[in-house]
């Protein structure tokens, strides 16, 4: 099987509902993933974390790719950044960060509803998070409410841990959704995927996964990416990923040393 690009209607069906699977976009460096995830979990960051699970494990960490060679090289040298650009409809992909999250078998927790874009110092109507996942997964894919990215409000951040709110300033966030008991009109896509699939996503689109009930691991690489028009903002608090000593000013691009561009038409 060879690796599928992505189509027009790939690219209307993201703009459309803020979320598309493209079938094998990365089963050609699925084991270079793996291995990466493997010496990330081996040598985590500062910002690795268990997520306080009660049974099984959840691990995530993030911006490690400049420390994990397997990593470094996923961003510059396969087709995710070309991909990322034609999704957004931008003439540059920009690389904001990578994120590794790892369900071991029997790990009930789910990931909590939310959208990416309060968490990130970012914004923009062209951003893009690739979800891949390393096993296959069924019952324990990403879900995601179709449209939410066009939400005129964005929906709360909380604190994966408990439940208290991420920032300490009450701006008029949405509730967090929750389609399962209170569906309303609310469409959830989700997908059965295989290793080097991939879920391409907007930073504003809501999504969720349940815990991991199957006997097999659930590891996953994403890939954030913004373009053209994403800039920095000010958030009201530490954002995650934080950052720190950036020195950037609100309305900026994001500075290219940090966050190079690595696909461009020109």
């Known amino acids: 099987m060879e690796s599928q690009m992505i189509t027009d209607k790939n690219i209307e069906d993201f703009q459309r509902d803020g979320a598309v699977v493209i079938r094998g976009a990365l089963m050609d460096w699925v ?3 793996r291995a990466g995830v493997e010496r990330n979990m081996s040598n985590p960051s500062q910002y690795a974390s268990e997520n306080a699970v009660s049974e099984g494990r959840f691990f995530d960490d993030y911006v490690n790719w400049t420390r994990i060679p397997e990593f470094e090289r996923i961003v510059r040298e396969s087709p995710v950044a070309k991909l990322a650009a034609q999704a957004m409809r931008s003439n540059t992909a920009q690389f904001f960060h990578d994120h590794v999250l790892v369900k071991e078998p029997g790990t009930p927790k789910p990931t909590p509803w939310h959208q990416d874009g309060p968490y990130y110092f970012v914004e923009g109507e062209q951003t ?3 979800w891949i996942p390393l096993d296959p997964v069924r019952d324990n894919s990403l879900r995601f409410i179709a449209g939410s990215h066009k939400w ?8 994966w841990a ?5 920032y300490e300033d009450k701006r008029d966030w949405l509730p967090v959704p929750d389609p399962d008991t209170n569906p309303g009109d609310m469409k959830v896509l989700e997908w059965e995927m295989e290793p080097g699939d991939a879920v391409i996503f907007d930073f504003r689109t809501a999504h969720g996964a349940r815990g991991n009930f199957s006997p097999n691991r659930r590891r996953a690489l994403s890939l954030r990416w913004i373009g053209d028009d994403a800039r920095y903002v000010e958030r009201p608090g530490r954002t995650s990923p934080p950052f720190p000593g950036h020195e950037m000013k609100a309305g900026h691009k994001l500075r290219e040393d940090w966050f190079p561009v690595i696909w461009s038409t020109e």
């Open 128 to 130: 893009a998070s690739f």
């Open 162 to 166: 408990d439940d208290s709110d991420f």
């Open 31 to 33: 084991d270079t993933m």
């Open 152 to 159: 005129d409000r964005m929906v709360r951040p909380v604190s």
